[in-house]
């Protein structure tokens, strides 16, 4: 069920600064037409950690109620406290998530065994597949394949990890250590197709926010044996990657969806926008790309 292009799709914020719910219906729509095979929202992308509690369940009831079925909804329900990332994993398995995806406990600096009972308590208390969400350029800590191997083997609902630690070799020892059934997302739009080579399912993807359909024609053509037109995609969308990460995640791809006019180009504190080189860069790209821009301020 979960495989292919899924979208970490970004939160759109009106001027006032509050969530817009109807670009954000708006955007879901956009990825369903465009063939996006799932939808992450409240990730890293979402700017999970500034909404509050209530507007992170809101965002995901909004996305599953506007999805109706037709691609799996993902949820991002991580938290570097046990209790508050078990809560709201339950939250979305009511809401009717087809699954989580929990990042690994950022600032505490868990140790392997405290990360292997973080997500074990999780696990155990709900009946939501899960996905785990390695990011130690974000966290700081790292999932060791063999802790991914003792949560994978002890729990059922354990179904796979977004890696995003751009290791080619830790990728391909999870799935060594795991078998062909674990399903090894890329989490780093630059290593897309060789994850796919080494037998990754797909991708949780920043730049599907604005070529939705080439990212999941990269992943269409690899698994219908079209490596050539695969691999193709992957050096097209190469330097449009490397465009949305000028400055953190997600402030190039709130910018370029901004430019395209698809959203407000707001995005909250600490975070700010996009401006001077860095947007001349992302505008470049966008050109060379030939996507159609506006002024934005």
Do not use: W
């Amino acid at each position: 069920m979960i495989h292919g292009s899924i979208v970490a799709i970004v939160t759109p914020f009106d001027k006032d600064g509050f969530i817009d719910y109807g670009k954000l219906e708006e955007l879901i729509e956009f990825h369903i037409s465009s063939g996006t095979h799932g939808i992450v929202p409240v990730g890293t992308t979402g700017e999970s950690p500034t909404l509050s509690h209530i507007e992170h369940e809101q965002v995901i009831e909004f996305t599953v109620r506007t999805v109706r079925k037709r691609i799996p909804v993902i949820a991002g329900t991580g938290s570097n406290c046990t209790n508050e990332a078990l809560l709201l994993t339950r939250f979305a398995e009511r809401a009717g998530a087809d699954a989580a995806l929990v990042v690994t406990p950022y600032y505490n600096k868990p140790t392997q065994e405290g990360i292997y009972t973080h997500f074990c308590t999780i696990a155990g208390m709900t009946s939501l597949p899960l996905i785990l969400y390695n990011v130690p350029g974000r966290t700081v800590v790292n999932i060791e394949p063999d802790t991914m191997e003792r949560l994978f083997c002890e729990h059922e609902n354990i179904i796979g990890i977004k890696e995003a630690s751009g290791s080619i070799e830790q990728a391909s020892r999870m799935i060594f250590l795991c078998g062909e059934e674990l399903i090894l997302l890329s989490g780093d739009d630059a290593v897309n197709y060789p994850l796919l080579a080494v037998g990754g399912k797909g991708f949780i993807s920043v730049t599907a926010n604005i070529v939705p359909k080439d990212v999941a024609d990269m992943y269409n053509s690899f698994v219908s044996g079209e490596f050539k037109r695969s691999k193709e995609l992957h050096y097209k969308l190469l330097p449009l990657n490397i465009a949305l990460f000028l400055e953190s995640n997600p402030i190039p791809v709130k910018a370029a969806l901004a430019l395209m006019g698809k959203i407000s180009p707001e995005i909250r504190p600490p975070l700010y926008k996009l401006s001077g080189k860095n947007l001349l860069e992302l505008k470049k790209a966008l050109k060379r790309y030939r996507l159609k821009t506006i002024k934005i301020d």
